[in-house]
């Protein structure tokens, strides 16, 4: 394990409870605290000034640092929009991605240039996505590249406060809000207590004591997954459960590993486990010396590797797509305080 790995498990684990290190660190995250709670308050007064885009504009993200599954949500809400008979379209700051102008993803782009998530939105949700540093220049570029869209999400941003936004989705999983303490003493960019419209929990079950922590009258996601695609042949499937018995390495390159690990678990499987680093670039093959039948990796990871001459055609690996399951009533909300939004 490197050092970098070594540091950030250390640190994950602290942030699940109160005890010495996460202690320690408390009075630094009271610095913290004070200067996120200035910034959100000079957008808040209007003294730094948010760009404002034309058509609604719905942020997905959240405050635990790490993976929740935003992702998936946002497919499933730019589809949910899509039925309902709006156009959506998707901006994304595109982590990794080379460059900083704004930038139109393709089905054929490159993930050193748009990032490994947007060109996942890209080809799940079938909705024109823009990446920038900037989201209000991305905002405005996809718009003038795509007059017909009529609402913007934008994929993570919670705490890009130099983009008005008309709804915000916070989106958190079953760890809720770890010890409840801001970085670094604990996991969170904002306090749990921070407004936000509509409260998402991708978790198998909401407890009491769960929804009590993360608050706002959470609705429950899960994300399910019932079998594997060929990397080197999307057309060939299989049910996950049909590879009990083979000997599978399960490799994960996002922000909670962990949760994949749960899902295959769930179909039955038996597995060794490979966490990667969050965003892993896949650069230096990590399956080179792999003794397995089997290896079943994320779609965010596949984007990656079926770019890659030493890995697209690799026939151990197979790619586990899943989808959300959330209420209607989300997207019928967010439909509603859409429509419910004057004209910029």
Request: with cysteine; proline share 7%.
């Amino acid at each position: 394990m490197s050092k970098n790995n070594s540091l950030e498990s250390t640190l994950t684990r602290a942030w699940l409870r109160r005890g010495p290190l996460a202690c320690a660190l408390w009075p630094v995250s009271l610095l913290f605290r004070a200067l996120s709670g200035l910034r959100a308050g000079l957008y808040r007064a209007g003294i730094l000034k948010a760009g404002r885009l034309p058509v609604p504009v719905v942020v997905v993200g959240n405050i635990f640092i790490g993976g929740t599954g935003k992702t998936p949500l946002t497919i499933w809400l730019a589809q949910g929009l899509m039925e309902a008979g709006l156009r959506p379209g998707v901006i994304s700051r595109g982590h990794g991605a080379e460059g900083e102008a704004a930038r139109e993803v393709t089905l054929a782009s490159d993930t050193r240039e748009v990032g490994d998530e947007p060109l996942l939105i890209a080809r799940r949700a079938g909705v024109p996505v823009f990446v920038g540093r900037k989201r209000v220049e991305a905002g405005r570029a996809l718009l003038a590249a795509h007059p017909e869209v009529n609402v913007i999400l934008t994929d993570d941003g919670l705490q890009h406060y130099a983009l008005a936004r008309d709804v915000e989705v916070l989106l958190f999983d079953g760890r809720g809000a770890g010890n409840g303490w801001l970085l670094p003493a604990g996991p969170l960019r904002e306090p749990p207590s921070r407004r936000r419209d509509v409260t998402v929990v991708n978790a198998p079950q909401i407890t009491p004591a769960l929804a009590a922590q993360v608050g706002g009258a959470p609705f429950q996601m899960q994300l399910v997954g019932e079998v594997a695609e060929r990397l080197a042949n999307g057309a060939e499937r299989r049910p996950l459960a049909s590879f009990a018995g083979q000997r599978v390495l399960a490799a994960a390159g996002i922000g909670n590993p962990g949760r994949f690990f749960t899902l295959l678990r769930g179909a039955g499987l038996s597995f060794a486990e490979l966490p990667l680093a969050d965003h892993y670039d896949f650069r230096d093959n990590p399956f080179a010396s792999v003794d397995a039948d089997v290896i079943l990796i994320t779609e965010k990871d596949a984007v990656k590797c079926g770019q890659l001459e030493n890995l697209k055609d690799d026939p151990r690996l197979w790619v586990v797509p899943v989808t959300a399951r959330i209420d209607a009533a989300v997207a019928d909300l967010i439909v509603e305080k859409c429509r419910g939004r004057s004209p910029a």
